[in-house]
């Protein structure tokens, strides 16, 4: 247990909720959650599954409607060709992550992971006794982009496995195409597993979305973590799923089997419906975010010191305040943290919640997420904050 971590972001959930019970204003800018209802649909599939007894178990791996419809989806999106037997159905996405690493990474091998990032991989990895080896970003004017002297420094030191998030929590960071090809190159010509985490995949604002599966050599040697909580608002289902190799999914499906028997039944009634609704329903919600999305990034660059990347995707911006809290007057990420909230009830997060800090690392980060903040409390959020800021 020594070496398990766990989620430092949602400590700041129950701080905010201790500042909020206490009668004071709270903008909630922390927790990577939606502020909008699962589509009626999804919802009505599953209390028709209940009226009809869908309550008990089923296979481990899944109900075959959900497999067939997961694997269906997930093909045509990727132009990938998946059956039944290439799905793993989970409760939730993260599932994926520790069950990979519980059925294909020997103990003390080397696991590629981006740092910052989604803090699991990092809290898995060394519970299961890899060595996690973290691979950062470089901050350009396009955006940030993969460290590939870290990646190739990892791969020297002998990585076997590569987690991959193109758009990147927290960062937003996604990979262009040639970054995405080259990093393909890299994995196959040193032979690593990738699990290609694309919980973000359908929450892309402009263009066609990207995964590394989709690449020549690359889908035999690719899981791809799905999750059904980001397009649908189905973040407490539960529901998500592990697709790639039929070799990889039917160990997982066997770790399901010594873990939770199975995914909720009735639950994956309701993730077959939200396969099948038309993309009006979810176009709502990701046309929303777009505008928190636009309208947060132009506040939070009109802030002296601050420089915020427009992400392609998700649901976070990632701000550089070095300068901002060099300005006024802090040095430490967790203190200008405290101070903010406390002054205006801004609440976010710090870069340290995702991953231990890189040797070196001198720039300081925040993570803005706006996927549970409206519009208008958005504005008032960054107006409370960008007037703090000027008296400091």
């Known amino acids: 247990m020594g070496r398990l971590g766990t989620e430092t972001a949602m400590a700041i959930s129950v701080e905010a909720s201790a500042y909020a019970a206490a009668g004071k204003r709270v ?46 989806d997930i093909g045509k999106a990727r132009g990938l060709d998946y059956n039944s037997a290439n799905v793993s159905v989970q409760p939730g996405g993260k599932p994926t992550i520790g069950k990979y690493i519980a059925a294909v990474m020997e103990k003390g091998e080397t696991v590629l992971y981006p740092n910052p990032g989604y803090p699991i991989y990092e809290s898995q990895i060394e519970f299961y006794g890899g060595v996690a080896y973290p691979y950062g970003y470089v901050d350009t004017e396009a955006g940030l982009r993969l460290d590939f002297d870290a990646i190739e420094a990892g791969i020297a030191a002998g990585a076997r496995h590569l ?28 032979d690593l597993l990738v699990v290609s985490d694309e919980a973000y995949f359908d929450m892309l604002f402009e263009g066609e979305p990207r995964s590394i599966a989709s690449l020549p050599g690359m889908q035999k040697r690719t899981l791809i973590l799905y999750t059904f909580s980001k397009k649908f608002a189905m973040t ?46 979810t176009d709502i919600i990701r046309d929303r975010l777009r505008a928190r999305r636009d309208r947060l990034a132009t506040l939070l660059n009109e802030i002296d010191g601050v420089a915020a990347h427009l992400p392609e995707a998700g649901f976070y911006l990632f701000p550089r305040v070095t300068e901002l ?36 690392e001198q720039e300081h980060y925040l993570r803005f997420a706006f996927s549970g903040i409206s519009l208008t409390d958005l504005e008032e959020g960054m107006t409370r904050l960008t007037e703090w800021t000027n008296s400091h």
């Open 163 to 190: 987690f991959y998030n193109n758009y990147n929590n927290p960062t937003g960071a996604s990979s262009p195409s040639a970054e995405m090809e080259r990093l393909a190159q890299l994995v196959i010509e040193h």
């Open 325 to 360: 809290m060099a300005r006024t007057g802090f040095d430490d990420a967790e203190t200008f943290r405290q101070a903010i909230l406390e002054a205006t009830g801004v609440s976010f997060c710090c870069r340290y919640h995702f991953g231990r800090p890189l040797e070196g």
């Open 236 to 281: 407490g289902w539960r529901l998500g799923g592990a697709i790639g190799p039929h070799w990889l999914t039917d160990e997982i499906s066997r770790l399901n089997v010594n873990a939770e028997s199975c995914t909720a039944h009735f639950v994956q009634h309701a993730g077959v419906a939200a396969l099948k609704l038309p993309a009006s329903e």
């Open 27 to 72: 903008f909630p800018f922390h927790l990577g959650d939606l502020n909008f209802p699962t589509p009626m649909p999804v919802r009505k599939a599953a209390r028709t599954a209940l009226d009809a007894g869908h309550t008990g178990y089923c296979p481990a791996a899944g109900i075959p409607a959900l497999r067939e419809a997961l694997a269906a």
